[in-house]
């Protein structure tokens, strides 16, 4: 299969070139002013070709409850989140579908779903994600997400006595779930990968840790959690450990070059020198940081220390979108106001490398992903610049990072496939999916959450609201 | 003539209702569970109505230089802005078609224009900016920019000795046009409004804000200024009046219930008391506050304290957008960080009130415009829900505050006339439009500022910048 992209325009040190482009199989072959098309050729002209961005962390299932979740701070909201969960295979494979489009749409070519199982049905539920990005056709890291204690453990208990019921699946049996979808999933030459990502300090053991990290060692996975999003998570860690969760994740073995951790908002300096020592990833998700009033992450100190940092854009219930050019945006220019000085602050093309080559580090993957270079995997995104919301025509990058494009995603290309031409996903029929998201929904107003009636007293009590 | 909008959703108390919704001449006639329609009928199933919003502070012919402007603070950006600004009548008439096309596509119906003005062609300038509104039909306040010092003045001098030129016209003379486009353009009944708009107080002296004042009270003008957008702003005040900006304004006589504030960053408390006794308004611009590094403005204090808040998109090339429905998002979820108590946070109904009625306050139309009621004008917006980006199905004002909508503006009427339909803007020729801002422009990488490289090792010393 050859593919050339004939005239598009493409970044370069002092601005930009306009190139040929070809695609042979999966890769690209050559970027040249003109190499021999003989085979289909693709009009480049008054278009932006970049490598594909990674959205580095999501929950598929969420997008159920986009737009109705309360404002809340992530504890209280995780409580109306799990009162409300989906637990049909069928909207888990529709949602998939779903974030997987929106990916696409707004320069996505790979995304990482830390995936949310159903209790029983943990195998299904990762069939079904699997099935959904084979179908679109995106590069997708199923990352189911584990834990092996009961929410209510979340939340600090301060100086009150909190009993936790035991979670209701041991710590062995979820870890044989994992091992399971490897063997049955974890496709990397499909661009397929299963990851191993417990959710994060405040609701696992060590056991699953360890569980964790032999298995990311057995069968070469990546590993993905959250980390230290919230004050109370930085509060459960001094509980749980007597130190910072970066440091008990550093001393149990978990952090490495293949280790990527979504949100990192309260880390100390200490914390920071340990995830620039282990080449840890830091993925950052602006704007659910932003909803849930998690707090803004010290995204420029982490570049200054040598820090991977990528994006992501969280679950569509704490955003509520997935679109990856509006967290680029936001998680670029949202640092101005913790740096006086402007000479620290990220630029449109620094953006645009934190989202292709850093995620291409956050998933160990930078020798086939994450830049425009012959050999490379042909994982590209291809940007229609005679869009209204690009123009007039000034930086093509800058107006791409700092403007708010909108249906400027004309191509893209995953693993030397084309799967999205003249704006429109060739690979399923997005009408009828959004026809199905319809009829699997109703518009719904407020809801009351049982759990946060139960646990909304105790959590302001030990976060000092009054 | 007369418009029936069949079998709607709106929002009321408890949630939403399904309404018939007729406009008769410039006015919603009736809303009702089936009111008599024997005129045209648009069919409103499956889609949100909502009053219109506000883009209550921008200036459009910035969108020149949207994507390419360093990334700067205010003081540095604008000595980069006005090295490059478009000197051309018809650059202005254009960049203000987009800047009506993007407010109206992203649920807008009324743009508050602070114009910068072409030097010895200011009429002209005024003149063509109000050209392109009436084609397009949108609710216009052209607030033409006006100062009387000039631009280094607007730096603290810090312990420096400073000498700045004086600007280039007098200030009587920059009275007389803003007195002279009264006169010829501004026309309430057709929507065509003129405000008087001194820049603010860094680059206007106390004679052109009392000849304002004497303007709007002759003519019955609103008035629109920049307020403390950065700290430089809030040294420079002090060093010109020896107290805050605030009190000097209020000294003045400035501050009124149709005064306009944008920007509003850095206000101390006594400041924020005397913004609500005048009952001033507050634009937030959350976007290019922080693009520029400006900060976060203490918006959940205004609020507290019963100061109107609305939202501006600000200028194309501090954004770099004119989506009115990105500047409501981010100018919500951005202050959750800023008070950890989540019973404070702005809902997203309240962020729909906020750029709907809040916008009327600001212009002092609260009678006229703001919310949907019988009797007042029909400035009215139609949101399409079976977009994918509001898809699946929960609440509609969640979905459509707190997602990143896409292609959602099905239909928009001002002053009862309906000017987009099915998408697509009726009034002009959006493709024709996008050709020339192709044609009037080209792509272009770097450039350089003579302005910032004489002034930049200044501001760095006054601000400690090392």
Redesign the interface.
């Given at each position: 299969m050859v593919d050339t992209i004939r005239n598009v325009?493409i970044p370069v040190e002092?601005?930009?070139d306009t190139v040929d482009v070809q695609v042979v199989d999966n890769a690209i072959a050559a970027i040249s002013p003109g190499c021999d098309a003989t085979n289909s050729a693709i009009d480049g002209k008054n278009k932006l070709l970049l490598p594909g961005f990674v959205n580095a962390h999501t929950h598929s299932s969420e997008?159920?409850?986009?737009?109705?979740?309360s404002?809340?701070?992530l504890e209280?909201w995780l409580a109306e989140l799990y009162d409300f969960a989906p637990l049909d295979i069928e909207k888990v494979y529709l949602?998939a579908l779903?974030t997987a489009?929106?990916t696409l749409l707004s320069g996505g070519t790979t995304v990482v779903d830390h995936l949310v199982l159903i209790p029983g049905k943990e195998l299904e539920t990762i069939a079904s994600a699997v099935r959904a990005y084979k179908e679109v056709g995106i590069r997708a890291f199923v990352a189911p997400l584990i834990q092996d204690e009961s929410l209510s453990a979340g939340i600090p208990s301060g100086e009150s006595e909190q009993i936790h019921e035991p979670y209701f699946r041991s710590t062995q049996a979820t870890l044989e779930i994992i091992s399971e979808a490897v063997k049955q999933f974890h496709r990397p030459d499909e661009g397929m990968y299963i990851a191993t990502a417990p959710t994060g300090i405040q609701l696992c053991s060590d056991a699953l840790f360890t569980g964790c990290i032999e298995l990311s060692e057995k069968y070469d996975l990546c590993r993905h959690s959250h980390l230290l999003e919230t004050?109370a998570q930085e509060k459960l860690a001094q509980e749980k450990y007597g130190c910072s969760a970066v440091e008990h994740l550093k001393r149990i073995g978990y952090l490495s070059d293949r280790t990527s951790l979504a949100h990192c908002v309260h880390l100390t300096e200490a914390d920071i020198t340990i995830l620039a020592e282990t080449k840890s990833t830091v993925v950052h998700n602006p704007?659910s940081?932003?909803?849930?009033?998690?707090?803004?992450a010290p995204i420029l100190k982490y570049r200054q220390a040598g820090i991977n940092v990528t994006f992501g854009c969280d679950g569509a219930s704490s955003?509520?979108?997935?679109?990856l050019l509006?967290a680029i945006k936001?998680g670029s220019?949202?640092h101005?106001?913790t740096?006086?000085?402007?000479q620290h602050?990220?630029?449109?093309r620094q953006a645009v490398e934190m989202a292709s080559l850093g995620g291409a580090k956050a998933l160990n993957m930078t020798s086939e992903l994450g830049s425009l270079s012959v050999g490379k995997k042909a994982d590209l995104v291809m940007y229609d610049?005679?869009?209204?919301?690009?123009?007039?025509?000034?930086?093509?990058?800058?107006?791409?990072v700092?403007?708010?494009p909108?249906?400027v995603v004309n191509s893209v290309w995953v693993n030397g496939k084309q799967i999205v031409a003249d704006g429109k996903v060739k690979t399923i029929d997005?009408d009828n999916?959004?026809q199905e998201?319809?009829n699997?929904?109703?518009?719904?107003?407020?809801r009351k959450s049982q759990t946060v009636a139960q646990i909304e007293a105790h959590y302001r009590t030990v976060?000092n609201?009054?």
């Open positions: 325009l002092n601005g930009y997008m159920w409850q986009r737009g109705i979740m404002v809340f701070p209280l949602s779903g489009v929106e004050k704007l940081n932003l909803r849930l009033g998690s707090g803004i955003n509520d979108s997935q679109d509006e936001i220019i949202l101005n106001v740096d006086s000085d402007y602050w990220i630029t449109p610049l005679t869009s209204l919301s690009l123009l007039p025509r000034t930086d093509p990058i800058g107006l791409l700092l403007g708010r909108t249906n997005v999916l959004r998201l319809f699997h929904s109703q518009w719904q107003t407020t976060m609201l009054s």
